[in-house]
């Protein structure tokens, strides 16, 4: 990235997209944080969330110290402002901080967020992985049952929406909290409840909309289907295209973004869980279903996560595509992520 260039809020969102496949990370890191110094922003707004791009590259690449100058610096940018970044960039700084050994500090600026659990549908993602990064997720666990339990008394003290959701629309900021805690239970093997159950139920699909375009795959979505097992699963159970895309470019774009949204919600070690028609038409019958159901599905992609079939995400740049395509990643899924 040459040093003359001044770079927009879409220069930068670009950038949080691509830079962790980059082909020098750090040189990006560094790169947005000279912007910042140099005047180089188009939007000097935009100072804070550069140097937040730039303390999450070098966190992703375990330079820590560079991290968090990084992080402090944009926390002090957004000094001033209350809105998601800004709690984004905060969150960050606090799992940077347990990452060196700071943990009370952490702590500290990780409660004066909690009451955004209720109120910022991004904010029990980057949370619960900031408390996770610091060995403190069953205090994760707590926070989160503490904000579910608020917002469904919340509803059922409303007239207007009943107290268990019926789809994922309806259920709003409800949906992003059950599904946090739902992770972090798993994480804690812990048995199910009846809040992990309406997660799973919300999770399932129960709108109907779950792979169309325009809408955000649900959690067994992550189910990543090799090319000749993409057409086998279509020709077996057509239904299945509403869910994983109409041909494979449309399947590999929407875990893509999918993947770069979780990583954006602050979500590391990130996998793209490597199913077989085969291994899920042996799967069903075992457990009483069909392959159509998505309850089936998302029991074997918690199968396939607790095993080897896991790809690791992001490659770097110019390594091979984690799709097996044999193209690059910069030539081949990186590019799908924008669209």
């Known amino acids: 990235m040459p040093t003359t260039n001044v770079l927009s809020s879409a220069d930068l969102t670009e950038l949080r997209q691509s830079a962790l496949g980059a082909a020098n990370p750090l040189g990006v890191a560094a790169e947005l944080a000279d912007a910042a110094d140099q005047g180089r922003l188009a939007d000097p707004t935009d100072t804070g969330y550069a140097l937040t791009l730039a303390a999450e590259i070098a966190e992703s690449r375990s330079k820590l110290d560079a991290a968090l100058r990084y992080a402090d610096r944009a926390v002090e940018a957004y000094r001033t402002r209350d809105d998601n970044r800004a709690a984004f960039s905060r969150a960050l700084h606090a799992r940077i901080l347990f990452r060196v050994g700071r943990a009370d500090e952490a702590v500290e600026e990780l409660t004066a967020l909690r009451p955004l659990l209720t109120e910022q549908a991004d904010a029990p993602a980057?949370?619960?992985?900031?408390?996770?990064?610091?060995?403190?997720?069953?205090?994760?666990?707590?926070?989160?049952?503490?904000?579910?339990?608020?917002?469904?008394?919340?509803?059922?003290?409303?007239?207007?929406?009943?107290?268990?959701?019926?789809?994922?629309?309806?259920?709003?900021?409800?949906?992003?909290?059950?599904?946090?805690?739902?992770?972090?239970?798993?994480?804690?093997?812990?048995?199910?409840?009846?809040?992990?159950?309406?997660?799973?139920?919300?999770?399932?699909?129960?709108?109907?909309?779950?792979?169309?375009?325009?809408?955000?795959?649900?959690?067994?979505?992550?189910?990543?289907?090799?090319?000749?097992?993409?057409?086998?699963?279509?020709?077996?159970?057509?239904?299945?295209?509403?869910t994983y895309g109409r041909d494979w470019d449309e399947h590999r774009a929407g875990l893509e973004r999918e993947l770069v949204r979780l990583a954006g919600g602050g979500r590391t070690g990130l996998t793209v869980l490597k199913g077989s028609t085969g291994g899920l038409a042996g799967f069903a019958p075992q457990r009483g279903g069909d392959p159509t159901d998505p309850k089936i599905r998302a029991a074997y992609a918690q199968e396939l996560s607790s095993g080897t079939s896991q790809i690791p995400w992001p490659p770097e740049r110019n390594d091979a595509c984690w799709c097996g395509s044999g193209t690059k990643y910069k030539k081949c899924c990186l590019p799908r992520s924008r669209g």
């Open 126 to 242: 980057y949370i619960s992985a900031a408390l996770d990064a610091g060995g403190r997720t069953s205090l994760a666990e707590q926070w989160l049952t503490a904000a579910v339990e608020t917002v469904m008394a919340d509803r059922a003290a409303s007239a207007e929406q009943p107290t268990e959701p019926r789809d994922r629309e309806s259920a709003g900021i409800l949906f992003f909290l059950l599904q946090q805690r739902h992770r972090v239970r798993r994480d804690l093997a812990l048995s199910h409840d009846q809040n992990d159950n309406l997660a799973d139920r919300l999770e399932s699909g129960l709108t109907g909309t779950a792979g169309r375009a325009g809408t955000e795959p649900t959690a067994n979505d992550l189910l990543f289907w090799p090319k000749d097992d993409f057409e086998r699963l279509r020709s077996d159970w057509p239904a299945l295209a509403e």
